[in-house]
């Protein structure tokens, strides 16, 4: 009779840390970005995923609705992916949550400070409202948190499994 070693024991497969990351990406692209609608739609920010996804490139009345939010949200979550790759590569190794915060704060930045200009419809940011920064940078600043305290922790649970 064979026995089968405990799942926690096995060893993890190194394509498991990436699918891992894939997953987390997307699902966190996701979620904050339905996160995103729900501010916008209850007018805590200006600013949507359809609004800056789909409407600042395409015209058409649909461009302003439910549909144009959903395929928002999932070209996000699909940009996301690779955002979450990068933290993958670059920043796996650092723990805790202010690693997180940096990153959400530093896609904030360069989402609004360099990409938001580049939109035709956008106001830039030193026209957005105070709730509309607030809202958003809180929204990155969680989003930042999410996919790097989970990639991190993955990252870590694999070396301490390696031991």
């Not at 024991?9 to 996701?30: D, H, M, N, R």
């Not at 904050?32 to 996804?53: H, I, K, M, Q, R």
Request: aromatic content about 14%; some cysteine; charged content about 15%.
């Amino acid at each position: 009779m064979e026995l089968k070693q405990p799942i926690h024991l096995k060893k993890e497969k190194p394509s498991a840390i990436i699918w891992k990351t894939v997953s987390t990406g997307f699902f966190g692209g996701i979620l904050w970005s339905l996160v995103g609608v729900f501010f916008a739609f209850f007018n805590f920010t200006v600013v949507s995923p359809g609004s800056f996804v789909i409407s600042s490139w395409l015209h058409g009345e649909w461009t302003d609705g439910w549909l144009a939010e959903m395929i928002a949200v999932l070209v996000l979550g699909v940009l996301s992916i690779l955002i979450a790759l990068l933290y993958l590569l670059v920043l796996k190794k650092l723990q805790g949550i202010l690693p997180g915060l940096l990153f959400g704060f530093g896609l904030w930045g360069i989402v609004f400070g360099l990409i938001l200009p580049l939109c035709p419809n956008m106001k830039p940011l030193l026209e957005l409202d105070s709730d509309t920064i607030v809202t958003t940078l809180c929204l990155y600043l969680l989003y930042g948190v999410f996919i790097g305290f989970t990639i991190s922790y993955d990252h870590l649970d694999r070396q301490q499994n390696k031991k």
